[in-house]
């Protein structure tokens, strides 16, 4: 497999091709069919999520475990069409691709064997991307990494390779009036107050972090990566009058297309040379504390580990409606000191749930997302597609 830098190409050894990217966010993957004047024939040939199919390209929505994808069947694709760009934007209006370069993976279509991937450059202020193209040059088909970042999102791009884009409609000019006497307007009420500026991203310089269900926090202090040795632990109780429960902790380890890599649990308490143990199986949650701990060494995790979820399952069927004081807090393995906590509140009657996330950025920091989502599992096994889907 081939790591593309921007302007490189390989040749292409199969017919069809799929480019997937993905991103530690939910992106919007399109491809457009160009001429040799580099323009789309009419706004058939922009393909994407509402548009999925057109000669010899179709787009692929992301599902669990894979992200966004264009496919191109070069034998398929007219004889006018010159070259098919993907692109990607975030979906979340307005969000830039500072600290979130995407990755393109270009795959044997058919046998979804990697042919060659590109990071673009750190990106900044780009809604948008041009991430590499597929283009035909003396009867052969190449593969170029592109990396072209736009300010103005994917309309940018669009309007740039001749799509329509719809602009709001103007309003109509007011007819001429004589205006009338000028009158003494009441004064107006007063302005309501505004509303509470969403709070910026959390990182640990101000000591413990007590997140809330999908709030993240920067593994970052004093302006570097946190890359030391952290514990997860992970504790719960009996509700009232419940009888022990057996519940296993887990950490489950995936890679930039949200493909497992290994799992850590009571039956695995060692995974990726040693930089992720877990301390052992509590068959009652009996004691005071951590029930479960599972320690990462986040300097040692391998760089095709991108994200891990963490996880309680039940291993004998009981519900999580019947316990009580479930959490979950992030300590530094060296001195015990408890960096963040996510306290569950709340329960659901099933027997799984999905109650944190690390997500390696590009920029090479981890953040913490406190997920706190139920779901049915029993095991490890059960929780591999949830927990992808949850990245």
Known sequence: MTAMTPGSN???????VTVDVAAPVRLDVSG????????????????????????????????????????????????????????ASPDAPGTTFAGTEPTATVRDADTGAPLATFTPPRLATET???????????????????GQGYANGLAGIATDFGVSVEEPAAEPAAPAVTPPAP???????????????????????????????????SLVKGGKPLMQSVRMGLGWEPAHGARAIDLDASVIAYGPQRNLIDACYFGKLMILSGSVQHSGDNLTGAGSGDDETITVHLGGLPPEVTGLVFTVSSFNGQKFTQVAKAYCR???????????R??????????????????????????????????KSRTVRDLVKPAAAAL
């Open 330 to 340: 992030l300590m530094d393995a060296q001195t015990g000191e408890e960096l963040v």
């Open 128 to 146: 948008a991307l041009v991430v590499v193209e597929v283009y035909r040059r003396n009867g052969a088909w190449k593969v170029r990494a592109v």
């Open 342 to 375: 996510f306290d569950l509140t709340g329960a659901e009657p099933k027997t799984g749930v999905l109650m944190c996330k690390f997500v390696r950025q590009f920029s090479g920091e981890w953040e913490m997302t406190a997920i706190g989502e139920y779901v």
């Open 183 to 217: 009158v003494v307007a009441p004064p107006a009420p007063p302005a309501p107050p505004a509303a509470p500026a969403a709070p910026g991203k959390i990182n640990l310089d101000k000591g413990r972090v007590s997140l809330q269900k999908n709030q993240t926090v």
């Open 32 to 87: 457009l069919l160009l001429t040799a004047d580099g323009k789309v024939r009419s706004d058939d040939d922009f393909v994407f999520y509402n548009q999925p199919a057109a000669p010899g390209v179709t787009h692929r929505a992301a599902a669990a475990g894979t992200p966004d994808a264009i496919t191109v069947d070069t034998a398929a694709v007219p004889a006018g069409i010159e070259k098919i760009v993907v692109t």
């Open 10 to 16: 390989i040749p292409l050894s199969v017919t069809r």
